[in-house]
C-alpha cells in the first residue's frame, strides 16, 4: 500500500480545495455573526468569535497564497467567502437574539387586538394618534426576535390592513414585565448581554 503524499492528485485537486471552501465558509460564518453581535452591543461575544475567525483566517489565508497556482483552491477560497456570508446570516436567524421593537398601525381603536397580543404574553402600549385621515391607534411591543413571526401572524390574522413597523433595539432596560424565560438567564451570562 502506496504511503500517504501531500503532493497526490487527491490531496491537491480534491481535499486541498474543500478544506479551504470548509475552512473559508466557518470564517465567514463567523465574521458575519461578529459584526451583528457588534451592532447589537454584545461585547462579550463579539471578541470570542473574532479570535476563532481570524484564527481560521490565517490559515486558510496561508493555504490559499501557497496554491495560487491551483485555480480550485482560488475559486474555493471565493465560493467559501461567498457561501459563508449566506450561512453566518442563517445561522444569526436562526438564533434569533435579542429583541425587536413593533409598530402597529390602526385606523381605529382595536381593542381585541390589544387583547389577543396581551394573551399570548406580549406588553403591548397603546397611544392615540391623528393620521392623515383620522385618528389612530398606535400600539407598541418590545419582544424578543424569535416571538416577531407569532406577533406578525395574529396581526395578519385579526387586522390584515395594519401597517407595521419593525426596528432592531440595540438596548433597552427591562422592565417588571420581561420575566426571564426558564433557561435565558444561563445564555444571558453568557453572552454578556445585561439589562441597561
Given at each position: ?19 479551504i ?8 460564518s ?13 461585547r462579550?461575544?463579539?471578541p470570542?468569535?473574532?479570535f ?14 501557497k ?14 467567502f461567498?457561501?459563508g ?8 436567524g ?9 409598530r402597529i ?26 393620521g ?8 407598541f ?19 390584515p390592513?395594519?401597517?407595521?413597523s419593525?426596528e ?10 420581561f420575566?426571564?424565560?426558564e ?14
Amino acid at each position: 500500500m502506496d504511503s500517504f503524499s501531500w503532493d497526490s492528485p487527491l490531496v491537491v485537486w480534491v481535499l486541498l480545495p474543500l478544506g479551504i471552501f470548509l475552512a473559508r465558509t466557518v470564517d465567514m460564518s463567523l465574521s458575519t455573526m461578529r459584526i451583528v453581535f457588534i451592532a447589537q452591543g454584545r461585547r462579550k461575544l463579539a471578541p470570542l468569535v473574532g479570535f476563532f475567525e481570524s484564527l481560521i483566517w490565517l490559515v486558510v489565508v496561508g493555504q490559499a497564497i501557497k496554491h495560487l497556482d491551483n485555480p480550485l483552491c482560488v475559486l474555493a477560497y471565493a465560493g467559501g467567502f461567498a457561501f459563508g456570508n449566506l450561512a453566518g446570516l442563517t445561522i444569526e436567524g436562526r438564533l434569533a437574539m435579542g429583541r425587536r421593537l413593533v409598530r402597529i398601525i390602526l385606523p381605529a381603536e382595536d381593542q381585541a387586538l390589544v387583547d389577543e397580543l396581551r394573551a399570548e404574553g406580549q406588553g403591548v402600549t397603546v397611544l392615540d394618534g391623528h393620521g392623515v385621515s383620522g385618528p389612530v391607534q398606535l400600539l407598541f411591543l418590545i419582544v424578543r426576535r424569535r416571538d416577531v413571526d407569532k406577533v406578525l401572524a395574529t396581526v395578519e390574522r385579526m387586522r390584515p390592513s395594519a401597517f407595521v413597523s419593525i426596528e432592531d433595539i440595540r438596548q433597552s432596560h427591562q422592565g417588571s414585565y420581561f420575566a426571564p424565560q426558564e433557561g435565558e438567564s444561563f445564555w444571558r451570562r453568557l453572552l454578556g448581554k445585561k439589562a441597561r
